[in-house]
Nanobody
Framework: VQLQASGGGLVQPGGSLRLSCAAS????????MGWYRQAPGKLREFVAA???????TYADSLKGRFTISRDNAKNTEYLQMNSLKPDDTAVYYC?????????????WGQGSQVTVSS
């Protein structure tokens, strides 16, 4: 599976952005799609994930501001980010993890830069 992310950019504090991540090819029916982010000088951290069954998980610190969703017909996931803060500045990576054998298979997108600055 190849993932293509889009939608990053520069936004002022308090603004919104929506990231998209489209998967080419078919994804095994049992899967999780999600987002991580990595700020300069920091480790990559979990943002949100949504399973093929619709279960959604968020990083506690982002609940209420970020919303993850997916369109299974389009093999695409989205991350709506509202009330953005300078601390949200990072490269955002989408992933798709397929559970079709003993070992989960994870594919990553190329990363989208999100910069929150006035």
């Amino acid at each position: 599976v190849q993932l293509q992310a889009s939608g990053g950019g520069l936004v002022q504090p308090g603004g919104s952005l929506r990231l998209s991540c489209a998967a080419s090819g078919s994804i095994f029916s049992n899967n999780v799609m999600g987002w991580y982010r990595q700020a300069p000088g920091k480790l990559r951290e979990f943002v949100a994930a949504v399973s093929s069954g619709g279960t959604i998980t968020y990083a506690d610190s982002l609940k209420g501001r970020f919303t993850i969703s997916r369109d299974n017909a389009k093999n695409t996931e989205y991350l709506q980010m509202n009330s953005l803060k300078p601390d949200d500045t990072a490269v955002y990576y989408c992933h798709a993890t397929e559970f079709k054998g003993a070992t989960p298979l994870t594919s990553w997108g190329q990363g989208s830069q999100v910069t929150v600055s006035s």
